[in-house]
Nanobody, 123 residues
Framework: QVQLVESGGGLVQPGGSLRLSCAASGSIFRVNDMGWYRQAPGKQRELVAVVTSGGSTNYADSVKGRFTISRDNAKNTVYLQMNSLKPEDTAVYYC?????????????????WGQGTQVTVSS
């Protein structure tokens, strides 16, 4: 079993910054892509940013130039630095990881999600 634990959400004023973290732990053989998604009230969950194990990144158009995703492979941790935050960035942010987990059965790929962390941008 693998767990994703998120931290770093909160309330911030427009134009402010927040940094989210998500650490994967458990029976991990390898972590492939790691990413952040968000879901605002009444809307579908959407991709914010993703980073491959090799460091390649992809961003939603709405956050390009403001958000930066990064990862520490030694710690199985992904970060999301969010700058110039806008009210429309308000949402629950979820961490996602494609994990190859190890067990008595061998190894297998499993997609895991964090519990979500609230980000509220408001004056």
């Amino acid at each position: 079993q693998v767990q994703l634990v998120e931290s770093g959400g909160g309330l911030v004023q427009p134009g402010g910054s927040l940094r989210l973290s998500c650490a994967a732990s458990g029976s991990i053989f390898r972590v492939n892509d790691m990413g952040w998604y968000r879901q605002a009230p009444g809307k579908q969950r959407e991709l914010v940013a993703v980073v491959t194990s090799g460091g390649s990144t992809n961003y939603a158009d709405s956050v390009k130039g403001r958000f930066t995703i990064s990862r520490d492979n030694a710690k199985n941790t992904v970060y999301l630095q969010m700058n110039s935050l806008k009210p429309e960035d308000t949402a629950v942010y979820y961490c996602n990881a494609g994990v190859v987990e190890a067990g008595t059965w061998g190894i297998r790929p499993v997609d895991y999600w964090g519990q979500g962390t609230q980000v509220t941008v408001s004056s």
